[in-house]
C-alpha cells in the first residue's frame, strides 16, 4: 500500500524567504504526486501534481516541486514566501493500480507559520 | 458554476444522535468521495463512489453509511454519534478521463459530538 511522509509538522519562515517544505513517498510504480494547500478554515486546493515527464513542475501561486525518484520525495519550494502563504500543505499520492478504483493517500500535513 | 458544496457547514451532536451530510457538485463528475480530517492525521478516506447508486468504503468506514441516488450527490450518514467522530469533513469529486484526475473539494463540515 502507498503511503506519504511529512516530516515537518510545523515549519516557520519569515516573509521573503525562501521554503521548501519536504515530502516523501512510498508507492510501487510510478507514482501520481499531489500538493495541496489549505487556508484556514477552508477546503483543499491544488497547488501542482506530477503524473510523468519533467520532474520540475509548476504551480500556482508562485510554487514549484521536484520528483526525485531516487529519494522518493517530492519536494515543494517557493523561492520568497508572502504572508499569505500561511495554510497547511499537504502532499498526496495517488493510486491508480486498480482502474475505477482511484484513491489519494495523504501525508498528515505541514503547518506553515510566516513571520514579519 | 459553484464546484462542490458541502450542507451543513457546522454541527454539535449529542452521543447517539444521527444525521446526514450532503454533498452536492455541478461538474458532472464521476467519482465523489467523503474524508475526515483530524489533528496530525491529515485526511482519510471513509467511503467513495464511482458512479451513480455504487459506494465503497475507504481506510476508515465503521460508524458511517452512504448512499450515491443521484450523480451530483453523495450522502454521508452517521446513525449513533461518538465523540471518535468529532471531525472535520471533506466531500471531494473528481472525474474519469483516464490517468489520475485532481479531486475537488468542498469546504468542509465541522461536527461536534458531546
Known amino acids: 500500500a502507498q503511503s506519504v511522509t511529512q516530516p515537518d509538522i510545523h515549519i516557520t519562515v519569515s516573509e521573503g524567504a525562501s521554503l521548501e517544505l519536504r515530502c516523501n513517498y512510498s508507492y510501487g510504480a510510478t507514482p501520481y504526486l499531489f500538493w495541496y494547500v489549505q487556508s484556514p478554515g477552508q477546503g483543499l486546493q491544488l497547488l501542482l501534481k506530477?503524473?510523468?515527464?519533467?520532474?520540475l513542475v509548476q504551480g500556482i501561486k508562485g510554487f514549484e516541486a521536484e520528483f526525485k525518484r531516487s529519494q522518493s520525495s517530492f519536494n515543494l519550494r517557493k523561492p520568497s514566501v508572502h504572508w499569505s502563504d500561511a495554510a497547511e500543505y499537504f502532499c498526496?499520492?495517488?493510486?491508480?493500480?486498480?482502474?475505477?478504483?482511484?484513491?489519494?493517500?495523504f501525508g498528515t500535513g505541514t503547518r506553515l507559520t510566516i513571520i514579519p | 458554476n459553484a464546484g462542490v458544496t458541502q450542507t451543513p457547514k457546522f454541527r454539535v451532536l449529542k452521543t447517539g444522535q444521527s444525521m446526514t451530510l450532503l454533498c452536492a457538485q455541478d461538474m458532472n463528475h464521476e467519482y465523489m468521495y467523503w474524508y475526515r480530517q483530524d489533528p496530525g492525521m491529515g485526511l482519510r478516506l471513509i467511503h467513495y463512489?464511482?458512479?451513480?447508486?455504487?459506494?465503497a468504503k475507504g481506510e476508515v468506514p465503521d460508524g458511517y453509511n452512504v448512499s450515491r441516488l443521484k450523480k451530483q450527490n453523495f450522502l454521508l450518514g452517521l446513525e449513533s454519534a461518538a465523540p471518535s467522530q468529532t471531525s472535520v469533513y471533506f466531500c471531494a469529486s473528481s472525474s474519469r478521463t483516464g490517468g489520475f484526475n485532481e479531486q475537488y473539494f468542498g469546504p468542509g463540515t465541522r461536527l461536534t459530538v458531546t
Open positions: 498526496a499520492v495517488g493510486d491508480i493500480s486498480n482502474f475505477g478504483n482511484e484513491k489519494l493517500t
Open positions: 506530477y503524473f510523468s515527464g519533467d520532474t
Open positions: 463512489s464511482v458512479g451513480e447508486g455504487t459506494t
